[in-house]
């Protein structure tokens, strides 16, 4: 099977989940105590005004009506207007998305970049130091939660130390770079990383905790296999056996696992903005699952299980590309 | 009826005798089984009790300085005032006056009992599910299958919030049975047991369960024995509890043993948002404390080290179950040369 | 060609200290290899083989460690070379591989000695081609040649820095394109068809034999000295183990390289070994040239290890087990007396004291660590069939055969 035929089979598998998704995202509003009118109207409405925000709301449709509907102005990207912003829901998720996604980029990079040498160090210089602090480190990152985690940096870093902002981050990565390039002005990128570096960390630790502990025990199940003793017989570089032989192999299954675990990450992503009051789409669900608005719910929900379905195809594509013993069945 | 085999159980105590790790793990796990246990035989005060004269005291040895700005005869005045912490609250008040030690006791209780009855939830849903599906295949297997992934493409916290936040936090209060026979005074008559939080915790973590018993039973169904046994007319709910779940237990053990340190991580998150329904809570007392940052570092970091602590003991335990039952994972003891 | 061997081996003795205790995997190994010769190692699982071998490219890993004996390799470029960095290790021609640095070592490896795996599977990476693969040797080989000094350090001047960058720029690669090209006529040497395009193939796409050859193209790669082969053909069918016996003898022919062929398969021993050594509990037990051996063996193991083959010359001669169990090697089970005695149907009182090697008379470099290569069977000291049927062994024969030799040493020693 070629890529192409590959991408689009699982492509429609996804489809299929996404349209899931909807269907109990939207079944989610029926499943709920009290109506969303409770939380619109005046306490003291009166029935007719009600009845008259009901029919507004088109919330006096049967259920397959209102189903219907919904599926039919998603297809247009129309997710209804928020009950409590009056504006399009579209509108406000995709301000947000960008916050979010910038929060979870930075979070997997640092991730990467600390995890996989540690892995390797760990299971390289076993039972050294190295490997113990490793070890530690990543049992500690595993089991602290991430809001705490958080807190503490802020009690550390911002009230302790006063170094780092805790305030709601001013600016955006894309105007900050537009102030970099047509200004060339650094302030604006200045700000944002220096908003971004604790969220970044709060984010990251478990994910980089975790990938250590997978990297540690791929790289010893590699390093004992017989290919490795192989390409040490022929005399190749110890970088090499290390990172181009081990490594690699070690890689292939964990790419799986971390596509399932960028679930954790958004999950994490939620939490992590909700301590730092980060303007993404966990604040935005947060704050609307508290008033009820159930467009914004229904949008932000339906945003995060696209997401995360499209990511999994592209780690799955990834994981084939990589391994060549798949032959993208 | 024993589960565990002779040769497992050999395995484990070996395991167990050789690794430091695992010998914390299990103290840890006990110390924090007796703490919400006999919660209230130890705490020294009623967690619920405020007292707004003792508010934000720091923990025992701890000297803090404040200042305030106090009118004095119409006149602003900044007054520094220092406090020490005393053993009379080992570990300090939080800004309504609550004894944390007491506190942390109690949210032991929360947690546990989170932790283990949205785990067994979990393991209940997910094997049940697993099993019929792997068993019977076919269209059912489809559809339930079909329907695992959909809820494996809404992350785990994501759905959890959502959930509780939109069910509404329901809880039952369980007497304690301390109290009730008048073992002790002054301590809560009864525990506040978030079901809500309890189930969603299960049902956002049942699909792990039902990949794995799926996968088991779908191997099985195809052994010679479990034909042989069909062939002789046993039930299938008779072939599922003999020969598919006794083979599925063992990663089935180790899961669970994991998620119970994740699900009490999950269920901190929640009650961090106020989701929870209680407020004895690990998570519930950080959010409380995160407005007395600059004054009172302890509420928050206490109740958030405890959390780290019990959740590095599961953790701990389930590395040890790993390693003990299923050798090939960690490659511990992989080829000498 | 000289008289004098090109390698000697003296008391060498590797050790495992496993958590069930210390297993003796080679126990005080004598060899002496001649140059261009084919000397076979025969012996069942366990008995030490291969680890003689590792011990041999010094690439015994933890827990195992060499802890004694000397390994004599005659190279008088090397000699001159190391002579005035490590001035004991060496000796006329002659360096002792076992006082070499790691570093200098490591150099030997592929330019100077390879290996030939067991399973070639499992020994190729299956995520890089397997051209690649080739070509890493040859590389290594020529940057050692061309830079001796480079090879000194764990990278070999090849750092995780230079690493990273041969994803920017291939300039940086490792790997050069005249790498490549010969590692293509490797594996057309070794008879692979279509070799530019078999290059480009992943180790899953060659059948085991074939991979089996690439693997043979890899060794052949720094044109080392000394070959060794540990059970090249034990993974394949037994008509490609005969299509790889021809390569590996085709190449021996042409280049003239010495290779040590560690087997437990009397047939493979019998077709391509000009001598043989036959290993049993980490001992050389005896030793000979194929004919004296084959012929007239003296040890009763070796006649049992014959005596169980059908049919030499036939390639299915595969070793049939000698009643009894291989004995356990950890240290403190072995007894002070012939390992083999538990198993010897003709054991004698003497065989409680530990032989000797003894030289067989009349045949010159035939020796045996038996009395019986000097003294016929004497029936009135023979050891009663039960005498070593206590509870105590009975219980232990058992307990070794059901758990192996704890994992990581004695399970694995051979295989």
């Known amino acids: 099977m070629s890529t192409y035929q590959f991408l689009i089979r699982r492509g429609l598998q996804g489809l299929l989940v996404i349209w899931g998704v909807i269907t109990v995202v939207f079944l989610l509003r029926f499943m709920t105590p009290g109506s969303p009118v409770d939380f619109v109207a005046p306490l003291d409405a009166s029935p007719e005004l009600r009845a008259q925000i009901a029919r507004n709301l088109g919330l006096d449709q049967p259920i397959y009506v209102q189903y219907a509907q919904y599926l039919g102005s998603l297809l247009q990207g129309d997710m209804g207007f928020s009950y409590i912003r009056g504006r399009p829901a579209s509108g406000i998720i995709f301000l947000r998305l960008p916050a979010t996604i910038e929060l979870a980029v930075a979070a997997t990079v640092v991730a990467i970049i600390f995890s996989i040498p540690l892995g390797v160090i760990s299971a390289t210089r076993r039972h050294e130091p190295a490997d113990y602090a490793a070890t530690g480190f990543s049992l500690v990152g595993i089991s602290t939660p991430n809001f705490w985690l958080g807190i503490m940096l802020i009690l550390l870093v911002s009230v302790g130390l006063g170094i780092l902002p805790t305030s709601r981050r001013p600016i955006g990565l894309v105007p900050a770079m537009e102030m970099l390039i047509f200004q060339f002005e650094t302030v604006g990128i200045q700000t944002w990383i220096r908003h971004m570096i604790l969220p970044a960390i709060t984010l990251g630790t478990y994910f980089t905790a975790m990938i250590v502990r997978l990297t540690r025990s791929g790289m010893l199940d590699q390093l004992g296999q017989p290919y490795v003793k192989a390409a040490r017989a022929k005399g190749l570089p110890e970088t090499l056996v290390t990172y181009k032989h081990a490594l690699r192999n070690t890689m292939i299954p964990i790419i799986t696992v971390l596509g399932l675990q960028l679930g954790t990450l958004i999950g994490g992503a939620v939490i992590t903005e909700f301590v730092f009051n980060w303007p993404g789409l966990g604040t935005l669900i947060i704050d609307a699952i508290n008033v009820r608005d159930w467009p914004i719910i229904q949008g932000a929900l339906i945003v995060i299980g696209v997401g995360f379905v499209v990511i999994n195809i592209v780690v799955d594509a990834l994981y084939a590309r990589l391994n060549p013993r798949v032959s993208l069945e | 009826m024993s589960i565990l085999s002779e040769r497992v159980r050999r395995s484990l105590t070996r395991e167990f005798s050789q690794s430091l790790m695992a010998k914390i793990g299990l103290a840890l796990v006990v110390l924090m089984v007796t703490m919400a246990l006999f919660a209230p035989f130890i705490a020294p005060h009623n967690p619920t009790q405020q007292g707004l004269e003792e508010s934000n005291l720091p923990p025992a040895g701890v000297t803090q300085t404040s200042s305030d700005i106090q009118f004095v005869d119409g006149e602003r005045q900044t007054v520094e005032t220092t406090t020490t912490g005393t053993l009379d609250h080992p570990m300090g008040t939080d800004s309504l006056g609550r ?143 003999q020969h598919v779940l006794p083979n599925s237990l063992t990663p089935i053990i180790v899961l669970a043993t994991i998620q119970v340190a994740a699900i009490i991580l999950l269920e901190s998150s929640l009650s961090f948002l106020g989701f929870s329904g209680t407020t004895l809570s690990w998570g519930f007392d950080i959010a409380q404390g995160r407005d007395y940052l600059g004054t009172s570092w302890w509420i928050s970091s206490i109740p958030g080290l405890a959390i780290v602590l019990a959740v590095i003991g599961i953790n701990l335990l389930g590395d040890w179950l790993r390693d003990a039952l299923d050798p090939g994972i960690e490659g511990e003891h992989g080829g000498g040369m | ?333 072995m007894p002070d007396r012939c390992y083999f005695a538990e198993r010897c149907p003709k054991a004698m009182e003497a065989c409680l004291t530990k032989p000797a090697e003894l030289d067989v008379p009349d045949q010159p470099g035939h020796s045996a660590a038996c009395y019986l290569a000097t003294e016929p069977f004497d029936e009135a000291t023979a050891l009663p069939a039960d005498y070593f049927d206590d509870p105590g062994t009975a219980a232990r024969a058992t307990g070794v055969s059901e758990d192996g030799v704890p994992a990581g040493d004695g399970g694995e020693l051979n295989d």
Not at chain 2, 113 to 128: D, E, K, P, Q
């Open chain 2, 99 to 241: 004894d944390l030690f007491s506190r942390v006791l109690f949210g032991a209780r929360t947690s546990l009992m989170v932790g283990l009855f949205g785990t067994l939830f979990a393991v209940g849903t997910g094997v049940s599910v697993g099993l019929v599906a792997g068993y019977y295949g076919g269209r059912i297997d489809d559809g339930l299958m079909r329907f695992a992934d959909i809820m494996l493409a809404f992350p785990a916290l994501v759905l959890a919030i959502a959930l509780v936040g939109l069910l509404g936090p329901l809880t039952i209060r369980i007497p304690d049975p301390f109290v009730a026979l008048g073992l002790v005074e002054g301590m809560p008559d009864s525990f506040v047991f978030p079901v809500t939080l309890t189930i969603v915790v299960g049902v956002v973590n049942w699909v792990w369960f039902a990949r794995i018993a799926r996968g088991e039973a779908l191997s099985i169904r195809q052994q010679e024995y479990v034909k042989a046994a069909r062939s002789l007319g046993a039930s299938d709910r008779r072939i599922l509890r």
């Open chain 3, 1 to 333: 060609m000289t008289d004098e061997p090109l390698l000697k081996i003296s008391g060498l003795e590797t050790r495992f200290f496993t958590e069930e205790g210390q297993v003796n995997a080679v126990e005080s190994v004598d060899l002496e290899i001649a140059d261009g010769e084919v000397f076979g190692i025969v012996g069942e699982s366990g008995s030490g083989k291969s680890v003689t071998a590792l011990s041999l490219l010094g690439m015994v890993e933890s827990p195992g460690r060499v802890t004694a004996g000397e390994i004599w390799y005659r190279n008088a470029d090397l000699a001159a070379g190391i002579a005035g960095d490590v001035p004991d290790a060496v000796d006329g021609d002659y360096v002792n591989l076992q006082k070499l640095p790691d570093r200098v070592r490591r150099t030997l490896r592929g330019t100077h000695f390879s290996m030939v795996f067991q399973d070639p599977m499992s020994s190729f990476n299956p995520s890089l081609t397997v051209g690649e693969q080739i070509a890493e040797a040859v590389e290594a080989q020529q940057r050692a040649r061309a830079n001796p000094r480079s090879v000194a350090s764990r990278t070999q001047g090849y750092g995780l820095g230079k690493y990273l960058m041969s994803f920017v720029s291939s300039s940086r690669k490792y790997v050069t394109q005249e790498s490549r090209e010969r590692a293509v006529e490797l594996l057309e040497m070794v008879g692979i068809p279509d070799p530019v395009l078999r290059a480009e193939e992943h180790p899953h796409e060659y059948s085991g034999g074939m991979l089996q050859r690439a693997m043979v193209a890899q060794a052949l790669a720094g044109e080392p000295d000394v070959l060794i082969a540990d059970e090249p053909t034990t993974a394949l069918d037994v008509t490609i183990q005969a299509q790889v016996l021809d390569l590996l003898s085709r190449i021996q022919s042409e280049t003239g390289m010495t290779i040590l062929l560690i087997t437990h398969n009397l047939g493979v021993v019998a077709r391509m070994c000009d001598r043989v050594g036959v290993m049993y509990a980490g001992e050389v037990v005896e030793r000979g040239t194929l004919a004296d051996v084959f012929d007239s063996p003296v040890h009763p193991y070796t006649q049992g290890l014959l005596g169980s083959v059908p049919e030499i010359e036939g390639a299915s001669g595969r070793l049939q087990p000698i009643a009894g169990n291989v004995p356990s090697l950890l240290d403190h089970e």
